[in-house]
């Protein structure tokens, strides 16, 4: 039974709103029911979203010693924090990053992540899906 987190960053409540052309029309928390529902076996599938930096790291620090997983889109910040890499070396909690775009087919600044490199693995481009893919990678571990 495992316990596993979805920790979406900055812009991520406007999923659905938000430039539909590139992210879509679903508003995140529609989908996590979904994602509830197909995961059902999961013991703990929580859901967490902040628009500010600082909240992020505090919610990794807390579920970061005791979860199995955290499926994390960062948004901007993935582009930015040096903060959040750092989080995320000093959690036990591996870390899937996660975007709902290619950034690799978007604007260059977005090519870059400075979290990658202290994460598990990463999943882009397969619209919200992306967080299914990323979820299953723990389930399946
Ligand atoms: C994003 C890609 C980021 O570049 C962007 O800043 C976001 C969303 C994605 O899910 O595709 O806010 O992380």
Redesign the pocket.
């Known amino acids: 039974m495992k316990k596993i987190l979805i920790l979406n960053g900055?812009?991520?409540n406007l999923l659905g709103r938000r430039e539909p052309g590139i992210y879509g029309a679903r508003g995140f928390e529609d989908y996590f029911e979904e994602l509830k529902q197909r995961f059902a076996d999961v013991a703990e599938l929580s859901y967490f979203q902040s628009n500010h930096e600082g909240d992020l790291l505090d919610k990794l620090h807390e579920v970061g010693f005791s979860y199995d997983g955290v499926v994390l889109?960062a948004?901007?910040y993935?582009?930015t924090s040096i903060a959040l890499q750092d989080a995320i070396r000093g959690i036990q909690t591996p870390v899937v990053e996660v975007?709902?775009?290619n950034?690799h087919e978007r604007e260059e600044f977005?090519h870059r992540s400075l979290i990658s490199c202290a994460c598990r693995g990463v999943i882009?481009g397969f619209g919200l899906d992306s967080y299914r893919l990323a979820i299953e990678s723990f389930v399946n571990a």
């Open positions: 900055p812009n991520l889109n948004g901007a993935t582009h975007h709902i775009s950034v977005r882009c």
